[in-house]
């Protein structure tokens, strides 16, 4: 059997290689999922959330400060007391000394604030928004190494089909060879062949770069340290990618709530929508409630200021109601509104476009599975062919020309499979994307893929 056809059945088979030397998919998501630096970055989104959750909740809390200040009067401000209260002349007074001091402690509460209590509603939708964020990180490193993941597969499996191709141009260099020195053949023959063996060897260097830009793209995404080997199991691809769910298959299945990002655009509306009803609920009245303590001291030298400091204490409400910021508030609130209502339409046009996404992923994959068992189903009729010229070449029935056009009819099949196979794989991953369901997809890995 020929090494071509023989490496496509075993690529299609169950292998494994020892389980210490070899990762697997499902184990480069994991890692990756643990070891991405991008994680950093979005658990800090999470605290930052936390962060404004209780920078909000503050602000119905008991506010405590202590102010204390130190006057030095260079040139004490006069008061006058008319003439005719204390006698007939004006009197001339001062109110105060050189030296002033105060010292006070305030607690400020508020009583009532509707701004303030809608604003808090916000913490719930910042909290999930954190959460959707990092869940949406999480979906772009598994779709990232499943990308990274299926090229190598196809690089491989290219690198594979040249090698095997060069042998047997290496082969027939060899009988062609010894065909012109016993004059049976012609130099130009012997050449074409080593131009086809050179051709091929040049598609190796490229194919051999690309399969190391693979597997340097999916170290990134993996986390993992570029300069350390990383032996891929690339063989079980076929069996992880070309499985199509059911559910993914069936159009009917499709629901935008499990696209992470339209969630994410709904807590963005509801942000939006509960930043609409905080600014309005800002011309409503506040009561504050607060009490003071404090020392008051008055010299004409600085130790009398503070030696002779007299206590002081109150405690009250202030009300606080807008009255004159209408115009400003009303542009405020205007542009929550139309925020608002730009958001919800966006969901109505996100949706459409989602379930658009979809359909037309689930259409690609479906005719991009055809394609590639129709092109498999090539490769074997090729190499029949292919096969049956060279017997007929043996035998002196076919000349050269028809076994290097059976030969390029072969590779022109293997192209076509390579190509297929990848625009597959492609089509898989993002119908996995486009129906919200990448994390379904790595939950549901096999333990017969792990390393």
Not at 93 to 108: E, S
Not at 398 to 407: H, I, K, P, S, V
Request: aromatic share 10%; hydrophobic share 40%; charged share 20%.
């Amino acid at each position: 059997m020929n090494k071509n056809i023989l490496f496509l059945l075993l690529a299609f088979l169950p292998f494994r290689l020892p389980a210490q030397s070899v990762w697997s998919l499902k184990t480069c998501i994991d890692y990756g999922l643990k070891n991405n630096r991008s994680n950093a970055v979005y658990a800090n989104e999470k605290k930052i959330a936390d962060a404004k959750a209780r920078e909000a909740l503050a602000a119905y809390l008991p506010s405590i400060g202590v102010t204390s200040t130190l006057d030095d009067n260079l040139k004490v401000q006069v008061s006058v007391i008319p003439a005719g209260i204390f006698g007939p002349n004006d009197l001339r007074v001062a109110f105060t000394k050189q030296f002033n001091t105060n010292h006070v402690a305030r607690v400020d509460q508020t009583i009532y604030d509707q701004s303030l209590l809608t604003g808090l509603k916000a913490n719930k939708y910042n909290a999930q928004q954190a959460v959707l964020n990092q869940r949406q990180n999480d979906e772009t490193i598994i779709y990232n190494i499943s990308t990274a993941y299926s090229q190598i597969f196809v690089y491989r499996e290219q690198l594979n089909l040249l090698k095997a191709n060069q042998e047997t141009y290496r082969g027939q260099m060899g009988i062609i060879s010894l065909r012109v020195k016993k004059g049976t053949a012609l130099q130009k023959d012997a050449d074409k062949v080593t131009v086809d063996y050179n051709n091929a060897q040049s598609q190796i260097q490229v194919a051999e770069s690309n399969l190391t830009l693979a597997e340097n793209q999916l170290k990134y995404e993996m986390g993992y340290p570029i300069n350390s080997a990383l032996a891929i199991d690339s063989t079980a691809a076929s069996d992880v990618f070309i499985p199509v769910a059911p559910a993914l298959a069936n159009n009917q299945t499709f629901t935008a709530d499990n696209r992470t990002d339209y969630r994410i655009s709904q807590v963005n509306a509801k942000l939006l929508e509960i930043d609409e009803s905080r600014i309005k609920a800002g011309a409503l009245p506040k009561l504050t409630a607060y009490a003071q303590h404090g020392l008051l001291g008055f010299g004409d030298r600085l130790g009398p200021a503070f030696s002779g400091m007299s206590p002081y204490s109150a405690i009250g409400l202030k009300l606080n109601i807008p009255l004159f910021d209408f115009f400003k508030r009303n542009a405020q609130y205007s542009q929550a509104k139309y925020k608002r209502l730009n958001a919800q339409e966006n969901l109505k046009l996100d949706e459409d476009k989602y379930h658009l996404d979809y359909e037309n992923a689930r259409t690609k994959v479906l005719k991009e599975q055809s394609n590639v068992e129709n092109n498999r189903r090539n490769i074997a009729l090729a190499q029949s062919v292919f096969s049956t010229t060279d017997l007929q070449l043996q035998k002196g029935t076919t000349d050269l020309t028809d076994w290097l056009n059976a030969q390029n009819s072969l590779k022109e099949a293997q192209n076509n499979y390579l190509n297929s196979l990848y625009t597959f794989f492609q089509a898989r991953i993002d119908l996995e994307k486009a129906g919200g369901t990448l994390k379904t997809f790595y939950s549901g890995l096999s333990s017969a893929h792990e390393n």
